[in-house]
């Protein structure tokens, strides 16, 4: 079947980096993708892995391992307001839609 | 969030009911979704269009049916409500269904949905 895991929960504290990693199961599929949501919000996209390797958007990169089955997302010089859930997400060679890691609550403290 | 809107935000409904929730998008994507999400859980897939006159059944279909007549519009409809339909209801949509940084899913604000 399609899986992907998360951890549930990881604290950091404010101007530390934190890593999130997802391992997943899947037959095939076109890349790993990455969102964000805040409590009471909408999923809005931060970073996409088509390949192998480390791609970087401003504090927040992404990395995926397709020998591994496994992907990270990397947060640097975490503030406050990246308090919020981090998703990790693929797209199977089957169907063009999304399939969703349970998700990563991420608490930055001061 | 700019180019998807779903309607109604919030809605309580007795079991039994039914209800349609409408997802409307300007963006002219081909490919539209409607997720659900439960506490503590991420998305899961519930119906999804390749393009308008089109459906498809995701990973949690039972209990739902959509519609796509128009381009513009997807609606999710619940024809007899149960409480394990409570949950917060998500639209996507995306231009050509291949995601990638250039084609992320674009999500709507959601539709937070109560059955007693």
């Known amino acids: 079947g399609q899986s992907l895991e998360q951890p549930s929960e990881v604290t950091a504290v404010e101007g530390a980096i934190v890593q999130i990693n997802c391992t997943y199961q899947?037959?095939?599929?076109?890349?790993l993708s990455w969102y964000q949501q805040h409590d009471g919000g909408a999923p809005t996209f931060l970073s996409y892995?088509?390949?192998?390797g480390l791609e970087e958007t401003g504090r927040f990169s992404s990395f995926l391992s397709r020998s591994d089955s496994y992907g990270y997302l990397l947060l640097q010089e975490l503030q406050m307001k990246d308090s919020a859930s981090y998703f990790c997400a693929f797209e199977d060679t089957g169907r063009r839609a999304l399939t969703f890691g349970s998700g990563t609550r991420l608490q930055v403290q001061p | 969030n700019a180019g998807v809107t779903q309607t109604p935000k919030f809605r309580v409904l007795k079991t039994g009911q039914s209800m349609t929730l409408l997802c409307a998008q300007d963006m002219n994507h081909e490919y539209m979704y409607w997720y659900r999400q439960d506490p503590g859980m991420g998305l899961r897939l519930i119906h999804y269009?390749?393009?308008?006159?089109?459906?498809a059944k995701g990973e949690v279909p039972d209990g739902y049916n959509v519609s796509r007549l128009k381009k513009q519009n997807f609606l999710l409809g619940l024809e007899s409500a149960a409480p394990s339909q409570t949950s917060v209801y998500f639209c996507?949509?995306?231009?050509?269904?291949?995601?990638?940084?250039?084609?992320?899913?674009?999500f709507g604000d959601g539709t937070r949905l109560s059955i007693l």
């Open positions: 892995n088509g390949l192998d």
């Open positions: 269009s390749v393009g308008e006159g089109t459906t």
């Open positions: 996507a949509t995306n231009p050509y269904g291949r995601t990638d940084s250039n084609q992320p899913q674009h």
């Open positions: 899947t037959s095939g599929f076109y890349g």
